[in-house]
Nanobody
Framework: QVQVVESGGGLVQAGGSLRLSCAAS????????MGWFRQAPGKEREFVAA???????LYSDFVRGRFTSSRDNAKNTLSLQMNRLKPEDPAVYYC????????????????WGQGTQVTVSS
């Protein structure tokens, strides 16, 4: 199985940048699709991005062009580079793993991280 731990959240001004990291354990890491979700208070969990184990990348429309998701299978890590952050981006961001990329796109995952808080000031 896979265990995931996120880090890198914090407080930034609108227009600033943050880089989130996800460390994963498990010898079968490269066989999983990995992704990012976020959830703001009072709102449903939202899909952010996903990286399949064969190299395909999916982005939600609200982050496309600003966020970049990448994975390093050799180091068992997943990163989310967030640029030009907006006041509507604050949320708890979660790293997740699933056997199928389609599951991540539909909000399902086999393993979830604990989440890391991102706050954007106006």
């Amino acid at each position: 199985q896979v265990q995931v731990v996120e880090s890198g959240g914090g407080l930034v001004q609108a227009g600033g940048s943050l880089r989130l990291s996800c460390a994963a354990s498990g010898r079968t890491f490269s066989m999983y699709s990995m992704g990012w979700f976020r959830q703001a208070p009072g709102k449903e969990r939202e899909f952010v991005a996903a990286n399949s184990w064969i190299g395909n990348i999916l982005y939600s429309d609200f982050v496309r062009g600003r966020f970049t998701s990448s994975r390093d299978n050799a180091k068992n890590t997943l990163s989310l580079q967030m640029n030009r952050l907006k006041p509507e981006d604050p949320a708890v961001y979660y790293c997740a793993a699933a056997a199928r990329t389609a599951d991540l796109r539909q909000g399902r995952a086999d393993y979830w991280g604990q989440g890391t808080q991102v706050t954007v000031s106006s």
